[in-house]
């Protein structure tokens, strides 16, 4: 890229007019869109989904979407049992399972088995629950660590989904590939799009971004026609000498316009859930896009993608709020392990009352 090319296109970012408060509230008052949450948010509660619900039921939730571990069982009679349950309460209830590339780092043999097996075991269970999606990832940041070839994961990926189609077609169920860290949003969408549009979507995840120098905005812009889902997290952001620090916050206290991402979403893609995945607790990760290393897996970025990544960071400043930082994968006393768990809660309640309250997402609540 050209010194004055990536100048331009940062200044035009930079002067671009960005939505006002008062647009943002207009927005909100005129489309509804669900709010629910990942069950990852409350990892350290060890919950099962049955317990999940009762938390969304008491936030007045609309929806959640359920990690795989905090199923008890994946039998149909107790499957059964919770999309009785979820439809009781008038919660929108859908699965999440896990890597589904064996070339990549994240993906685990012995416990997932076969690849596409994987893949028909998470169709079923969707089916059964009355899920019409059902989330799912390529690989992670550890494969872009390791220097593996993303191509090889996005094509590996691509012909183990089009295996399946058969399958998700008839059960009605789409198979929602999260942009989880080792992709940027146009890679995503290249799977989607070679694998099948009509039984591949998107799981949106506004956090994980900002790992991959991309501004999540547009990251939904690239991938709304194929959202079904989310994972909706803020960030702060902010210059480092190699690129960027990125740091995942509670909502509102990020340097993403959350106001104008959520206007933005009820007019690309209003039918998809809002889903929050809070992760706080962690400390700040570098973005070392200055670096020629770090394109390696990501060709071919246009230089006015990366503009608006570079004006997210220019504008940005370290985390100044509350947090406890100790999920940093080194052992920690009881004491902190306990802090953790309590700041997990926390952190996710405020995010809901700032979707509710400030952003006006959400649907049973306001009736």
Not at 72 to 82: A, K, T
Not at 126 to 154: E, N, P, Q, Y
Not at 186 to 198: F, L, M, S
């Amino acid at each position: 890229m050209k010194r004055r090319t990536l100048l331009q296109t940062m200044t035009a970012a930079l002067m671009s007019a960005s939505m006002t408060d008062a647009d943002a509230a207009a927005a909100a008052q005129t489309t509804p869109v669900k709010l629910g949450i990942d069950t990852y948010s409350l990892r350290a509660f060890k919950w099962n989904v049955s317990q999940m619900l009762d938390f969304a039921d008491f936030h007045k939730l609309d929806a959640i979407q359920a990690s795989l571990v905090d199923f008890e069982s994946l039998e149909e009679p107790y499957l059964r049992g919770l999309n009785q349950k979820a439809e009781r309460l008038g919660i929108q209830l859908e699965p999440g399972f896990g890597c589904i590339c064996p070339l990549s780092k994240g993906y685990n043999a012995k416990r997932q088995g076969e690849p596409s097996q994987y893949l028909q075991r998470a169709i079923r269970t969707s089916k059964t629950l009355g899920a019409k999606s059902c989330r799912v990832f390529v690989g992670g940041a550890g494969d872009r660590a390791a220097r593996a070839s993303i191509a090889a994961l996005m094509e590996s990926s691509i012909q183990l989904l089009r295996g399946v189609k058969s399958q998700a077609v008839d059960a009605g169920v789409k198979l929602a590939i999260e942009n989880h860290g080792d992709m940027q949003a146009r890679q995503v969408r290249t799977i989607i799009e070679e694998a099948g549009k009509d039984f591949v979507a998107s799981c949106l995840d506004t956090g994980n971004p900002v790992m991959v120098a991309e501004d999540p905005m547009v990251s939904l812009e690239v991938l709304a026609p194929y959202v079904v889902t989310t994972h909706i997290r803020d960030s702060v952001v902010f210059p480092h000498p190699r690129g960027a620090y990125a740091q995942w916050v509670e909502l509102g206290d990020g340097t993403v316009d959350y106001k104008q991402l959520t206007a933005r979403y009820r007019e690309l893609c209003p039918s998809a859930p809002m889903q929050l995945e809070i992760i706080t607790g962690r400390p700040p990760t570098v973005v070392p896009y200055l670096d020629t290393e770090f394109w390696k897996g990501l060709p071919d970025v246009p230089a006015s993608e990366l503009a608006r990544y570079t004006a997210l960071a220019a504008k940005g400043h370290p985390h100044l709020g509350v947090m406890i930082v100790a999920d940093a994968g080194v052992e920690v006393p009881p004491a902190y392990r306990d802090a953790m768990k309590e700041q997990q809660r926390w952190d996710l309640e405020r995010s809901i009352a700032y979707a509710k309250k400030t952003l006006g997402m959400g649907v049973r609540w306001q009736s």
